[in-house]
Nanobody
């Protein structure tokens, strides 16, 4: 069973920054995609940022220019750098990894943007 463990969430003021990290207990070299999702209270889970095999990163329109997804194939980690945070970015954030025949989710980590 592959485990994904997120870290780096918390409370930040509007305009601030946070860096989320996801540690994966298996090699991410052969993944089809790695991504970050979020779910705000009362809303559906949405894709925030993703890196697909052979492709560049893609972002939710509302986070373009503010968030950056990255991966480290040696450490088997994936990060989400979040800058210029807004109250509407408040949500539980989940990392997600897809291989050819399986996919796994992290347990979720809270990000709250408030003054």
């Amino acid at each position: 069973q592959v485990q994904l463990v997120e870290s780096g969430g918390g409370l930040v003021q509007p305009g601030g920054s946070l860096r989320l990290s996801c540690a994966v207990s298996a090699s991410i070299v052969t993944t089809k995609s790695i991504g970050w999702y979020r779910q705000a209270p009362g809303k559906e889970r949405e894709l925030v940022a993703v890196i697909t095999r052979g492709g560049g990163p893609n972002y939710l329109d509302s986070v373009k220019g503010r968030f950056t997804i990255s991966r480290d194939n040696v450490k088997n980690t994936m990060d989400l750098q979040m800058n210029s945070l807004k109250p509407e970015d408040t949500a539980v954030y989940y990392c997600h990894v897809v291989w050819e025949w399986s996919n796994y989710w992290g347990q979720g980590i809270q990000v709250a943007v408030s003054s």
